[in-house]
């Protein structure tokens, strides 16, 4: 059974950091395929961050600069390091991965910056 968890989320001052885990068990294969996205209280997902192809990192513009997005292949598992946290980043970040064909998705984790 193909499973995706997140953690590391909670309250933190604006200006703070910090650190989102996800762990995928049951895929086989490399974690480039893996990102993250968010959404916030009356807007649609976004992606945040994510592998390409080639094996190099993508994000989007608000977050360049501050977040970055790593792996580790031999845990299965993803990072995004998010400093300089700002109130707009407040949302629930969630973990994704594309498999033979669809996309699946953690639960969740709320991140909420205090201004």
């Known amino acids: 059974q193909v499973q995706l968890v997140e953690s590391g989320g909670g309250l933190v001052q604006a200006g703070g950091s910090l650190r989102l885990s996800c762990a995928a068990s049951?895929?086989?294969?490399?974690?480039?395929?893996m990102a993250w996205y968010r959404q916030a209280p009356g807007k649609q997902r976004e992606l945040v961050a994510g592998?390409?192809?080639?094996?190099?990192?993508n994000y989007t513009d608000s977050v360049k600069g501050r977040f970055t997005i790593s792996g580790d292949n031999a845990k299965n598992t993803v990072y995004l390091q998010m400093n300089s946290l700002k109130p707009e980043d407040t949302a629930v970040y969630y973990c994704?991965?594309?498999?033979?064909?669809?996309?699946?998705w953690g639960q969740g984790t709320q991140v909420t910056v205090s201004s």
């Open positions: 994704n991965r594309h498999y033979r064909g669809r996309d699946y």
């Open positions: 049951g895929f086989i294969g490399s974690i480039n395929t």
């Open positions: 592998f390409t192809s080639a094996g190099t990192t």
